[in-house]
Nanobody, 118 residues
Framework: QVQLQESGPGLVLPSQSLSLTCTVS??????????WNWIRQPPGKGLEWMGA???????DYSPSLKSRTSISRDTSKNQFTLQLSSVTPEDTAIYYC??????????WGQGTQVTVSS
């Protein structure tokens, strides 16, 4: 059973950078053909795909967030990390890490609330 767990600060100051880590158990992030996504949901809004890192290590980003987003991984810890720079209150959301396989988005973390506020 694959499990994903997000971790990181719950409160970030405006203009600072946000860093979240997803720890994966029950499967390797380097296993062929899986993609590891970050998805967020602002309060009262729908889900927003932010980006993903592939089993190969290559990353792809939402065009609207590309200038502020970086996704990296630590294969020795089976973790992948989201960094979002220059945050504003509009980045307040529940952040999810999600595995994508051939059937779609199949495993989700429980989500972590991030609030951007001074």
């Amino acid at each position: 059973q694959v499990q994903l767990q997000e971790s990181g600060p719950g409160l970030v100051l405006p203009s600072q950078s946000l860093s979240l880590t997803c720890t994966v158990s029950g499967g390797s992030i380097t296993t062929d053909y899986y993609f590891w996504n970050w998805i967020r949901q602002p309060p009262g809004k729908g889900l927003e795909w932010m980006g993903a890192i592939a089993y190969s290590g290559s990353a792809d980003y939402s065009p609207s967030l590309k200038s502020r987003t970086s996704i990296s991984r630590d294969t020795s810890k089976n973790q992948f990390t989201l960094q979002l720079s220059s945050v504003t209150p509009e980045d307040t959301a529940i952040y999810y890490c999600v595995r994508e396989g051939h059937t779609g988005l199949d495993y989700w973390g429980q989500g972590t609330q991030v609030t951007v506020s001074s």
